[in-house]
């Protein structure tokens, strides 16, 4: 660790300048305000409707030759950015292409799988075949309720399936990239890379020509770790990451050609937002996961992909929230209940409103020690999940595991996978403003709603949940989903 830590300290340090790099104002805030309250107002269309016909890059001719030549590139194979970024800086480093005719165009056939997946979807989701209740897809989401469009959603799966390649770039060394945490509150962002890079997953291609998108796989949580410099200076992090672009955009076509739109990167970590701002196109072009979806941090909807944030302690779920009879039976003498932090800007609201005021809905700031934090949301009906610093919060996969009816808290916030799933029919949104009503809303829910609302979000559990290995519909392969989403969004000309 020590070796590390000094290792990489040290590469923050050296400055790099290949050409110049364009310090981007930390602070552009796009659309402030753009969603009042983003989830009553942002309806995410699935990709059968207004965004699939969104035509986003006409190419020009010299990218054109590009494509015809796949694999002409002089590729530098070396695992080690630091090296390669170095000795990129003192060689000629101009790429080279040669046409090689006759061979066929794999760009294209890529462009067609996705032209074909999109008339599957659209045939998939016409309106004589949504609600069919004869059709496959009820054994694979067998609670369509929950879904925008289940057959819609299904027919995608499975397209996704047969044809999603994910291509990973190789260059950079462990543990700033191709490793991340797999334990604690940032522990999907190692899950992720670790799936994608360890496992013989189908959706992997070694293949650059033949993949659907590219894959930067740093961790965010590994650049904070290991070249955050504690005086708040962030600018290690975003060189890393400018530095890590302009190394793949200069070994590989594959950047340049769509200014990154093809590609994405994956962020649990608070900074996420904040390191994708090291490069122009990383930030508004291509698509970021994360599980830190601001909007008015410029998270955007279209392009952008939700992260669910999932706390894994020794790499699992805590034993009380394990999916059991118990779990189920459990008696729930609460009707809510939030314990943690005062900070941000949701927070102080709850707490100043229902502080330790009402005996049914325990509101702590910090649990006393001798009390469960896990033991309270597993007795109450519902769980309050204010952001905190930044807008996700795993206490909202927290409260699904145990039960506890999701009650959103949050200004600005896309929530996980709500390009498929109907929030509403497994959590309760309250506008921020409202928190003073908050018992008479929750009192207002009749018993069979909020019967409803819980076999829904027993329904919608195995979504959010992490699986070694993963399994169909997980959060690791509805993250991949939605990443396919992006995509299909995309048409390359
Ligand atoms: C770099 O490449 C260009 C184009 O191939 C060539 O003209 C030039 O001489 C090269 N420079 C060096 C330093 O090798
Ligand atoms: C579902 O079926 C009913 C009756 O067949 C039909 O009227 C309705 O439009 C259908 N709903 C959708 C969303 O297709
Ligand atoms: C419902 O789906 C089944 C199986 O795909 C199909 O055979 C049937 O024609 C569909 N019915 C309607 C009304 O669309
Ligand atoms: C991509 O563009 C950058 C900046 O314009 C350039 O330095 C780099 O050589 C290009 N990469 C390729 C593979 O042409
Ligand atoms: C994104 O694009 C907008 C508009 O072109 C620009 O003002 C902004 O600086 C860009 N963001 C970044 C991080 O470069
Ligand atoms: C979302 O971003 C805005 C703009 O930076 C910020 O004021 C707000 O506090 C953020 N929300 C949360 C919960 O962090």
């Not at 599957?120 to 989401?141: G, M, P, V």
């Not at 209940?337 to 100043?352: D, Q, Y």
């Not at 809905?361 to 999940?385: A, G, Q, T």
């Not at 609302?453 to 959010?464: M, P, T």
Request: net charge positive; aromatic share 12%; with cysteine.
């Amino acid at each position: 660790m020590e070796k590390f830590q000094n290792r990489y300290t040290r590469f923050g340090f050296i400055p790099i300048c290949i050409g110049s790099i364009a310090l981007v104002v930390l602070l552009s805030r796009c659309s402030t305000s753009f969603f009042d309250y983003s989830l009553q107002k942002f309806e995410f269309s699935f990709p059968d409707t207004e965004l699939l016909q969104r035509n986003v890059y006409t190419t020009n001719a010299g990218e054109e030759e590009e494509k015809k030549n796949k694999a002409a590139v002089v590729v530098v194979d070396s695992r080690d950015v630091s090296q390669q970024i170095l000795s990129l800086r003192s060689t000629n480093s101009s790429v080279t292409l040669q046409s090689k005719p006759g061979k066929p165009n794999r760009r294209n056939l890529v462009e067609e799988g996705l032209a074909k997946a999109r008339a599957s979807i659209l045939e998939a989701s016409s309106s004589s075949n949504r609600n069919n209740t004869t059709t496959l897809f009820k054994i694979d989401l067998p609670n369509p309720e929950i879904y925008r469009n289940p057959s819609a959603l299904h027919r995608s799966y499975l397209e996704m399936e047969k044809r999603f390649k994910v291509y990973v770039y190789e260059e950079g060394e462990p543990p700033l990239v191709h490793d991340g945490p797999c334990k604690s509150v940032y522990a999907v962002e190692g899950r992720f890379i670790t799936e994608l890079e360890n496992r013989k997953t189908r959706f992997r291609t070694y293949d650059p020509s033949q993949a659907y998108v590219y894959f930067l796989p740093f961790s965010v949580t590994w650049l904070v770790r290991y070249l955050y410099e504690g005086n708040s200076n962030a600018e290690p992090l975003r060189t890393f990451v400018s530095d890590y672009i302009r190394l793949v955009s200069t070994n590989h076509p594959f950047w340049n050609r769509t200014s990154g739109a093809d590609h994405f990167m994956l962020a649990c970590h608070d900074w996420g937002p904040l390191t994708s701002h090291a490069n122009k196109d990383l930030f508004n072009t291509s698509i970021r996961v994360m599980c830190n979806a601001n909007t008015s941090e410029g998270f955007n909807p279209a392009k952008d992909v939700t992260l669910p944030e999932i706390k894994l302690y020794g790499g699992e779920v805590d034993p009380k929230l394990r999916s059991s009879k118990t779990l189920s039976a459990s008696p729930r003498p609460y009707l809510g209940f939030f314990a943690g932090g005062v900070h941000g800007p949701v927070r102080p609201i709850l707490l100043k409103h229902w502080k330790q005021r009402d005996p049914e809905m325990p509101v702590y700031e910090y649990l006393p020690k001798h009390l469960n934090y896990y033991d309270f949301m597993r007795s109450s009906k519902f769980c309050f999940c204010p952001s905190g610093y930044e807008v996700a919060s795993p206490r909202v996969t927290e409260a699904i595991y145990s039960e506890c009816i999701p009650v959103i808290l949050s200004v600005n916030f896309v929530l996980p996978f709500t390009d498929v799933l109907r929030w509403e029919t497994f959590s309760v949104l309250v506008d921020v403003s409202e928190i003073p009503r908050l018992k008479e809303i929750l009192m207002s829910i009749s018993d069979e709603k909020y019967e409803w609302l819980k076999r829904n979000l027993r329904s919608v559990r195995r979504h959010f949940e992490l699986n070694d290995p993963p399994k169909r519909f997980d959060a690791f392969h509805l993250t991949l989903h939605s990443i396919w989403l992006r995509r299909l969004n995309l048409r390359l000309t």
